[in-house]
Protein backbone atom coordinates (compact mmCIF):
# COMPACT_ATOMS: atom_id res chain seq x y z
CA UNK A 1 0.00 0.00 0.00
CA UNK A 2 1.03 3.67 -0.20
CA UNK A 3 2.46 5.49 2.79
CA UNK A 4 0.16 8.04 4.01
CA UNK A 5 2.92 9.81 5.80
CA UNK A 6 5.48 10.38 2.91
CA UNK A 7 2.69 9.59 0.48
CA UNK A 8 5.63 8.74 -2.23
CA UNK A 9 6.73 5.38 -0.22
CA UNK A 10 5.31 2.06 -0.90
CA UNK A 11 5.03 -0.26 2.38
CA UNK A 12 6.68 -3.45 2.37
CA UNK A 13 5.66 -6.50 4.76
CA UNK A 14 8.98 -7.00 7.77
CA UNK A 15 9.08 -6.65 11.33
CA UNK A 16 8.64 -3.52 13.02
CA UNK A 17 9.70 -1.96 17.23
CA UNK A 18 6.33 -0.40 18.95
CA UNK A 19 6.86 1.91 21.80
CA UNK A 20 3.71 2.11 23.41
CA UNK A 21 3.05 4.57 26.55
CA UNK A 22 0.80 3.67 28.59
CA UNK A 23 0.02 5.00 32.04
CA UNK A 24 3.49 5.57 33.35
CA UNK A 25 5.06 3.06 31.62
CA UNK A 26 6.61 2.35 28.27
CA UNK A 27 6.09 -0.42 26.62
CA UNK A 28 8.98 -1.56 24.07
CA UNK A 29 7.56 -4.54 21.21
CA UNK A 30 10.29 -6.10 19.39
CA UNK A 31 9.71 -7.95 15.60
CA UNK A 32 5.93 -6.92 15.27
CA UNK A 33 4.68 -7.93 11.90
CA UNK A 34 4.34 -4.47 10.65
CA UNK A 35 3.78 -3.00 6.63
CA UNK A 36 7.24 -0.89 6.77
CA UNK A 37 7.22 2.19 4.60
CA UNK A 38 10.14 2.21 2.52
CA UNK A 39 10.93 5.54 2.31
CA UNK A 40 10.22 7.01 5.63
CA UNK A 41 10.18 3.78 8.12
CA UNK A 42 6.92 4.73 8.46
CA UNK A 43 5.36 1.12 10.23
CA UNK A 44 1.49 -0.15 9.62
CA UNK A 45 0.28 -2.77 11.83
CA UNK A 46 -3.11 -4.26 11.46
CA UNK A 47 -5.93 -4.25 14.08
CA UNK A 48 -5.55 -7.60 14.97
CA UNK A 49 -1.62 -7.24 16.42
CA UNK A 50 -2.54 -2.81 17.39
CA UNK A 51 -5.11 -4.73 19.58
CA UNK A 52 -2.60 -7.26 20.82
CA UNK A 53 0.18 -4.81 21.70
CA UNK A 54 -2.74 -2.17 23.49
CA UNK A 55 -3.16 -5.21 25.85
CA UNK A 56 0.21 -6.50 26.74
CA UNK A 57 1.19 -2.45 27.36
CA UNK A 58 -2.20 -2.44 29.39
CA UNK A 59 -0.87 -5.45 31.28
CA UNK A 60 2.13 -4.61 31.59
CA UNK A 61 1.20 -1.30 33.22
CA UNK A 62 -0.66 -2.35 35.96
CA UNK A 63 2.19 -4.23 36.90
CA UNK A 64 3.69 -0.83 37.50
CA UNK A 65 7.20 -1.58 35.31
CA UNK A 66 8.49 1.56 34.08
CA UNK A 67 10.23 0.50 31.40
CA UNK A 68 9.60 -3.61 29.59
CA UNK A 69 10.66 -5.01 26.83
CA UNK A 70 8.83 -7.42 24.60
CA UNK A 71 9.50 -10.19 21.79
CA UNK A 72 6.13 -9.94 20.16
CA UNK A 73 4.42 -13.39 19.94
CA UNK A 74 1.39 -14.14 17.30
ZN1 LIG B 1 6.55 6.72 4.03
Given at each position: MKCVICKTGETKPGKATVTLNRNGSTVVFKDVPAEIC????EDYTDEEVTERLLELSRETAETGVEVAVHHYVA
Open positions: TTCG
